[in-house]
Nanobody
């Protein structure tokens, strides 16, 4: 069992930055591929970024490439999402997910993820 707790969301002006964190419980964090997803009101949840268990493979959604950076610290059981040059269209509830899968599957697959966090709100004002 893995529990995920996101933090770091908030209100920021366009062009600003935020860093989201997702802390995982359990001693097997390093076995999981981690991902960030987001859901805006009235829209479906969408992929943002994923990082493999070792951190060596990373995928980003085209909409965030060059602005967001995903990273992980397996010693701290934490995955991060550094978000720079934020835009109003980045406003959403952000969730982290964990999966005993590949980064490619996390990015492109449709199978349910093993675990989800409760999410954190990010609001970007224009």
């Amino acid at each position: 069992q893995v529990q995920l707790v996101e933090s770091g969301g908030g209100l920021v002006q366009a062009g600003g930055s935020l860093r989201l964190s997702c802390a995982a419980s359990g001693r097997t964090f390093s076995n999981y591929v981690m991902g960030w997803f987001r859901q805006a009101p009235g829209q479906e949840r969408e992929f943002v970024a994923t990082i493999s268990d070792s951190g060596g493979i990373i995928y980003y959604a085209d909409s965030v490439k060059g602005r967001f950076t995903i990273s992980r610290d397996n010693a701290k059981n934490t995955v991060y999402l550094q978000m720079n040059s934020l835009k109003p269209e980045d406003t959403a509830f952000y969730y982290c997910a964990a999966g005993r899968t590949s980064a490619r599957e996390m990015r492109y697959g449709t199978a349910p993820k093993d675990y989800w966090g409760q999410g954190t709100q990010v609001t970007v004002s224009s």
